[in-house]
């Protein structure tokens, strides 16, 4: 079974710009949460999707968006980019149900770096 | 106080020693408690995942949960080199949301 995918792995983008990272999860894994990690802050939850709706969200500005789309996959858009917002973005699927299942399998990664 | 207390490390063992990694927590509500491992360049790693308190052994993993000090453990037995890496704690509770640690820097010297 293929793994977690994320596109692009590496993106160099100026202050202002905005960005769209893509994940598709693990085929029939209809979960996908976004997490942003950063030396400082660690690992931080961004939100959650199941069935194409926001389950969860964590406590980060409203320039951080996302969506689903039928076939699970997700995107993830950060508008107005500042430089903090450098960081490794992951993405991470699971086979959930109605709860929130902790077997998640994350991807690779895309590094943002804003300059 | 921050919710999860992780020890960044670097630790540094040599090999064939157990290694003890720890996090400490603050939010009594927590109630699921997971270790992930995270090499250099990759996503994190789902190794263990224990519901309330109690001790799950799995291979050379041994994690232990002590709800009532706030505290859980993780402690690989033989090292390996392979086994170095950065080690995640992450918890959550009734909310779903899950809340990781920073993450400790394992070496494992051969």
């Known amino acids: 079974k293929a793994g977690v995918t994320q596109t692009p792995r590496y993106l160099i983008k100026t202050r202002g710009q905005q960005v769209t990272l893509s994940c598709s999860p693990i085929s029939g894994h209809r979960s996908v949460s976004w997490y942003q990690q950063t030396p400082g802050q660690g690992l931080q939850f961004l939100f959650e999707?199941?069935?194409?709706?926001?389950?969860n969200k964590g406590n980060f500005p409203g320039r951080f968006s996302g969506r689903q789309f039928s076939n699970s996959r997700s995107e993830m858009n950060v508008s107005t980019l500042e430089l903090g917002d450098s960081a490794l973005y992951l993405c991470?699927?699971?086979?959930?149900?109605?709860?929130?299942?902790?077997?998640?399998?994350f991807g690779p990664g895309t590094r943002l770096t804003v300059t | 106080q921050k919710e999860v207390e992780q020890d960044p490390g670097p630790l540094s063992v040599p090999e064939g020693a157990i290694v003890s990694l720890n996090c400490t927590y603050s939010n009594s509500a927590f109630q699921y408690f997971m270790w992930y491992r995270q090499y250099s360049r990759k996503g994190p790693e789902l190794l263990m995942y224990?519901?309330?308190?109690g001790n799950k052994e799995d291979g050379r993993f041994t994690a232990q949960v002590d709800k009532s000090s706030k505290y859980i453990s993780l402690f690989i037995r033989d090292s390996q080199p392979s086994d170095s890496a950065t080690y995640l704690c992450?918890?959550?509770?009734?909310?779903?949301?899950?809340?990781f640690g920073k993450g400790t820097r394992l070496h494992i010297l051969p």
């Open positions: 992450a918890m959550s509770g009734r909310d779903d949301k899950i809340i």
């Open positions: 224990t519901y309330s308190s």
């Open positions: 999707y199941f069935s194409e709706t926001q389950r």
């Open positions: 991470a699927s699971s086979s959930t149900g109605r709860d929130l299942s902790y077997e998640q399998y």
